[in-house]
C-alpha cells in the first residue's frame, strides 16, 4: 500500500532522494521565502539549460522561479467563481497555503506530479541514443546516477513506501 506525503520531513526525504536542493539565501530565508532547486533542466530559446527552481512564500504562494521565465508563476490551485453583479464572466482566484508544511508537501507533490511520473517530452529512440551518448561522454563514461522512472515508482523510507507515480 503506497503512502502519501503527509509532512515537512517526508517530503524532504523525497527531496533528497530525487537530488533536489535548498539554494535560499539569507536574504530570502529572512524574508520567509526558500527556493528549491530540481537536477532537471528546461532549454529556452538560447538553447543554454537552466535548473528548474521552485520557491515558497510567507504570504501562501508557491511559484515556479526558473531561470529565462518572463516572470515566476504561481502554481497554487486556484478557485473558481460564478458571474456576479461585479463580475460579468466570472473569476478565478489563487488558494493560498498557509502553513509552512503544508507548502512545502504541496510542493513536493506538485514536482513529482508534473516532473517525475512521465516524461514531459515525448522523443524518438534516435534522440534519446543521441542524448545517452552525449549524457556518457560529457561526464567521462561514468554511468548515469539518475533514476530510472517508468511507469510506476516506489520508495521505502524508514519503512514507509511512497507511491511516486
Known amino acids: 500500500m503506497s503512502t502519501e506525503i ?16 535548498d539554494i535560499t539565501t ?8 526558500t527556493v528549491y532547486e530540481l537536477p532537471i533542466s528546461q ?4 538553447l543554454q539549460p537552466k ?13 515556479n522561479v526558473t531561470e529565462g521565465l518572463a516572470s515566476p508563476y504561481q502554481i497554487n490551485k486556484t ?9 460579468y464572466y466570472g473569476y478565478k482566484e489563487r488558494v493560498l497555503i498557509p502553513g509552512w508544511e503544508e507548502r512545502l508537501i ?13 516524461p514531459t517530452y515525448v522523443m524518438s529512440d534516435y534522440v534519446m541514443d543521441c542524448l545517452r551518448e552525449a549524457y556518457v561522454r560529457d561526464y567521462n563514461n561514468k554511468p548515469s546516477n539518475r533514476l530510472p522512472f517508468g511507469d510506476e515508482v516506489q520508495v521505502i523510507v524508514n519503512g514507509h513506501r511512497y507511491n511516486l507515480s
Open 79 to 87: 478557485e473558481t467563481y460564478p458571474p456576479s453583479h461585479e463580475h
Open 106 to 118: 504541496y510542493l513536493a507533490k506538485f514536482i513529482i506530479k508534473n516532473y517525475y511520473q512521465k
Open 6 to 21: 503527509r509532512s515537512a520531513r517526508e517530503a524532504m526525504t523525497i527531496f533528497k532522494i530525487l537530488g533536489i536542493k
Open 26 to 33: 539569507d536574504r530570502q530565508r529572512k524574508n520567509g521565502t
Open 51 to 63: 535548473p528548474l527552481r521552485f520557491a515558497t512564500y510567507k504570504s501562501g504562494y508557491v511559484r
Open 43 to 46: 532549454v529556452w530559446q538560447t
